[in-house]
């Protein structure tokens, strides 16, 4: 009886011995999983960190060079959304600081007589960034054309009623402004009824060398 006993007790062992002996196993297998796993979503997680593109200054596509501003802007879309102007990452004009309105928004001028003195008044040297919203071109004569164009506009003798355009220039400046974007008010083609769709343009400007 006592050595049947003590068989049944060696056996018990030695069952419990090998019980624990595989679920240690399986417990490791499982821990190195998860382990694992962990390990390969957090270098995951690193690579999705590290190949997020980059965020320039307006949001624009790639950085400026030195010595040069960074802008964006866009004109208004029909008569619901105003025009957006962007300057080295400061928003100088949006619908959201409801500061734009109908016409050119240079300074939220409206009428003619005040726009043509504020155009005069610009210093030689200093950067104009301009924007449509709704129609910019019914208020305009001549000589606010023409001050508009001294500043590098090519398209400003060409907008007409309900126009959407966009221009960045400077006072002073010796030839044509490459930043300029027009889209012609046409009933076959506007994206929205009675106008063009939104334009938008954005660049590095140059800065005034001394």
């Known amino acids: 009886m006592r050595v049947a006993g003590a068989a049944k007790l060696v056996v018990a062992v030695a069952v419990f011995l090998l019980t624990f002996y595989v679920i240690s196993q399986v417990f490791e297998i499982k821990m190195d999983a998860s382990l694992?796993?962990?390990?390969?979503?957090?270098?995951?997680?690193?690579?999705?960190?590290?190949?997020?593109?980059?965020?320039?200054?307006?949001?624009?596509?790639?950085?400026?060079?030195?010595?040069?501003?960074?802008?964006?802007?866009?004109?208004?879309?029909?008569?619901?959304?105003?025009?957006?102007?962007?300057?080295?990452?400061?928003?100088?004009?949006?619908g959201v600081k409801n500061n734009v309105g109908r016409g050119i928004n240079v300074a939220l001028a409206n009428d003619v007589a005040p726009f043509i003195e504020f155009l005069k008044a610009i210093q030689d040297g200093t950067i104009v960034l301009m924007g449509t919203y709704d129609d910019g071109a019914t208020k305009l004569n001549d000589e606010a054309r023409r001050l508009i164009a001294d500043l590098g506009s090519t398209s400003i003798t060409n907008l007409g009623f309900r126009d959407n355009w966009v221009f960045c220039g400077g006072k002073g400046i010796k030839t044509k402004s490459p930043f300029e974007q027009h889209i012609k008010n046409n009933k076959d083609t506007n994206k929205y009824e009675g106008w063009p769709e939104v334009v938008e343009m954005e660049g590095c400007i140059p800065q005034k060398q001394d």
Not at 59 to 64: E, L, Q, R, V, Y
Not at 67 to 72: G, I, L, Y
């Open 36 to 94: 694992g796993n962990l390990f390969a979503r957090s270098a995951l997680d690193t690579a999705a960190r590290s190949t997020k593109p980059p965020r320039y200054k307006c949001g624009i596509s790639k950085a400026c060079p030195e010595k040069h501003f960074a802008f964006k802007m866009a004109s208004g879309a029909a008569n619901v959304v105003g025009p957006k102007i962007c300057l080295e990452d400061n928003v100088l004009m949006s």
